[in-house]
């Protein structure tokens, strides 16, 4: 069975420094969507692309965060500088197409633990 | 703008007994309906949806839900619990077919031997 690869699993990191994620979607699925799930809650939109391009990253804390998905196959979620509060798991999806009636296929996750 | 509740934190109960997670939903036209699993520091499994036609949709692992269009809810169900369904479960909804799918918080349950 396919799977949206992700990584790393685990990251610890020191405030103030810059971390990324990496994420691999199902082959052909031209939507990638990143969630962020902060413990004890449902996981929330941060932005997604549809192929290279960003559909949506209302979400998104800009002055921090930036995402990419340059050849509109992997993708890649930047922090800089990371923060306390940005201690979370990071989910990413992804569907054949934008208007699926599917759901999303999600990755295993990577739980960034900032310190 | 979409919605999801679900308003237990916790469902507790024993293995063999039936069991609910409960969910309603807000959405302005018509909703696509989803129910996740998660497993400690996994992902998100799908486990089954409802787009249209029978109210009650069957999934994985013997679980199914039932969209109540009065109600706007979409309760997961299984006749008879097992110990390893614990897990956190999640509801999730999206309006037609071009939103993104808002989360609900997550509901534990946990089934005791």
């Known amino acids: 069975e396919a799977e949206v690869a992700q990584s790393p699993r685990y990251k610890i990191t020191e405030k103030s420094q810059a971390v990324a994620f990496w994420c691999d979607p199902i082959?052909?699925?031209?939507?990638l969507y990143w969630y962020r799930q902060i413990l004890g809650q449902g996981p929330e939109l941060l932005v997604q692309?549809?192929?290279?391009?960003?559909?949506?990253d209302s979400q998104l804390p800009k002055d921090r965060f930036s995402a990419e998905r340059l050849k509109g196959v992997d993708s890649t979620l930047k922090i800089q500088p990371a923060e306390l509060g940005d201690s979370a798991m990071y989910l990413c999806?992804?569907?054949?197409?934008?208007?699926?009636?599917?759901?999303?296929?999600f990755g295993s996750g990577t739980r960034l633990t900032v310190v | 703008a979409q919605s999801v509740a679900q308003p237990e934190d916790q469902v507790n109960v024993a293995e063999g007994n039936p069991l609910t997670v409960k969910c309603t939903y807000s959405?302005?036209?018509?909703?696509?309906l989803f129910w996740y699993v998660q497993y400690p520091n996994r992902g998100l499994q799908f486990l089954l949806k409802?787009?249209?036609?029978?109210?009650l949709v069957k999934g994985s692992y013997g679980f199914e839900a039932e969209f109540n269009k009065s109600q706007t809810s979409f309760h997961l169900k299984k006749p008879s619990a097992l110990v390893s369904d614990s897990a956190l479960y999640f509801c999730?909804?999206?309006?037609?077919?071009?939103?993104?799918?808002?989360f609900g918080k997550g509901t534990m349950l946990l089934v005791s031997p």
């Open positions: 999806a992804s569907s054949l197409v934008v208007d699926s009636h599917g759901g999303y296929t």
């Open positions: 082959s052909g699925h031209a939507t």
């Open positions: 692309f549809q192929d290279e391009s960003v559909v949506d």
């Open positions: 959405v302005s036209g018509n909703p696509y």
């Open positions: 409802y787009i249209t036609g029978d109210n």
């Open positions: 999730a909804v999206r309006e037609g077919g071009y939103s993104t799918l808002t």
